[in-house]
């Protein structure tokens, strides 16, 4: 029996992640889940699954939860509020696995508190290892953590790696490695017509159905971007033998390529519960709920290259990653902030890059040695991304 802890219980990857602890009941037991401050859904995840604790961020949310789960009888779940207390349930001795599936850099501290607990780790959080690379993939080794990788390109790519790989080797007789990428929404769309996306058609995925923020990174780009970057930390490899390639239909997930000319893909139906219960279960294999692929429904595979008019900001992830240091905070806070501000209404699709590219053209260049580094080079890009935002409306 595996004790879990969901980081992000309430978001796209949370609710995959307990349908598939719901399909194994005797495998699987839930410690803890936590939400920003969904307290409804977090509210019926507790009468569904009961766990020991739950964490909210607000002291008002957690106000809330606590009434609403005495009234239901559910007085023995602990509410616990406040970003310390992630970071608490994330290390407690009962839990084996943490599911990191908190959006953007508010995920960091949590998933490193579990990565310095020795959890196995099943990392959705892109965005933490996007910022802290180098820092993160040390403390795995010191702490003896176990990192499995739950973005479907990076799964399939560990499942298409030699038997015994340990996520941070280098293998020689890999060549590259190539995402795939479906395209988003966009692929086709005429570029005059970029400037007037708005935000509901850029989180209508065409393949996939996730939360806001990487919906309009899938729209941008910026998500192959920070998958690439994800790629060069997880499997040791620099950015140039990476390579991405449109796949429409979403059906290989990545692919290895070997010295002697052999590609390895991975393929499914696009649907997380796939690397959900891949990573939970791995290495065995258990049901994940996803219908088996229909080969003669599919039909036909294309593959196609990339349009970088298109989409600038993959070049300028590709451009953090090569310049080292800070750069990939930087990159990656004023996408968070563009994005945010791109979802209210603030600014226009196009003007997404346009912000990023300015804070790193601006923002001040360190090597990065420590956390504090990080968290201080996120907060300044953060703060000049929230000016030229300011000065373009
Ligand atoms: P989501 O927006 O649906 O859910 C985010 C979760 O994080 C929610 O539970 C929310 O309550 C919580 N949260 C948000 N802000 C928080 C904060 N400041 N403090 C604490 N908790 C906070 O997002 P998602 O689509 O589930 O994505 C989660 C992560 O997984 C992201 O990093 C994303 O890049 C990655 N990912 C998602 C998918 C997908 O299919 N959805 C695929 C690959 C990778
Ligand atoms: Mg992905």
């Known amino acids: 029996m595996k004790g879990i802890c969901i980081l992000g219980s309430t978001g796209s990857i949370g609710q995959s992640t307990l349908d ?35 964490v909210v961020v607000d002291e008002m949310s957690a106000e809330t939860l606590r009434k609403s789960l005495s009234s239901s009888g559910l007085k023995d779940i602990t509410v616990l509020q406040g970003i310390s207390a992630l970071a608490e349930v994330a290390a407690l001795d009962n839990v084996d ?8 850099a508010a995920g960091l501290m949590p998933t490193l508190s579990a990565v310095r607990a ?18 993160f993939m ?15 390109e990076h799964n399939a790519l560990f499942q298409c790696m030699p038997a015994g790989y340990r ?25 005059e017509s970029f400037r007037e996306i708005t935000p509901e058609q850029a989180c209508a995925h065409p393949k996939w159905v996730m939360g806001r923020k990487i919906s309009v990174d899938s729209a941008t780009m910026m998500n192959k971007g920070l998958e690439l970057i994800e790629a060069s930390w997880l499997f040791n490899l620099p950015v140039e033998q990476i ?31 796939i690397p959900i219960a891949h990573a ?20 036909k595979l294309e593959f196609e290259t990339l349009d970088n008019e298109r989409f600038p900001c993959l070049e300028l992830a590709i451009k953090a990653m090569k310049k080292g240091g800070n750069c990939s905070v930087t990159l990656n806070a004023a996408n968070e902030v ?3 501000a791109f979802l209210n209404g603030g600014i226009h699709f196009t003007e997404i890059a346009l912000v990023i590219e300015k804070v790193m053209s601006e923002a001040p260049f360190c090597e990065i040695e420590n956390i504090e580094q990080v968290l201080d080079s996120d907060v300044r890009a953060r703060a000049l991304a929230e000016e030229t935002i300011k000065a373009l409306t």
């Open 20 to 54: 598939v602890i719901e399909r194994h009941p005797d495998r699987y037991k839930v410690i803890a889940l936590t939400a920003n401050r969904s307290v409804e859904r977090l509210h019926e995840q507790c009468i569904r699954h009961h766990p020991e604790k739950v």
């Open 97 to 104: 696995q943490v599911m990191a599936a908190i959006v953007g």
């Open 118 to 135: 020795g959890k196995r780790i099943l990392l959705a959080n892109k965005e933490a290892l996007v910022m802290s690379g180098r820092l």
């Open 138 to 152: 040390r403390e795995v080794e010191k702490f003896g953590a176990e990192l499995l990788p739950i973005d479907s």
């Open 167 to 191: 996520v941070g080797e280098r293998k020689a007789e890999v060549r590259s490695l190539l995402l795939t990428a479906s395209g988003g929404p966009f692929r086709e769309l005429p570029l």
């Open 243 to 273: 390579k991405v390639v449109i796949h429409p239909q979403s059906i290989i997930h990545s692919l290895v390529d070997y010295v002697d000319g052999t590609m390895l893909a991975q393929m499914g139906n696009p649907d997380m519960r």
């Open 280 to 299: 939970m279960a791995w290495p065995d294999r258990i049901d994940s709920g996803v219908k088996p692929l229909d080969l003669f429904a599919i039909k």
């Open 338 to 340: 563009a994005v945010e």
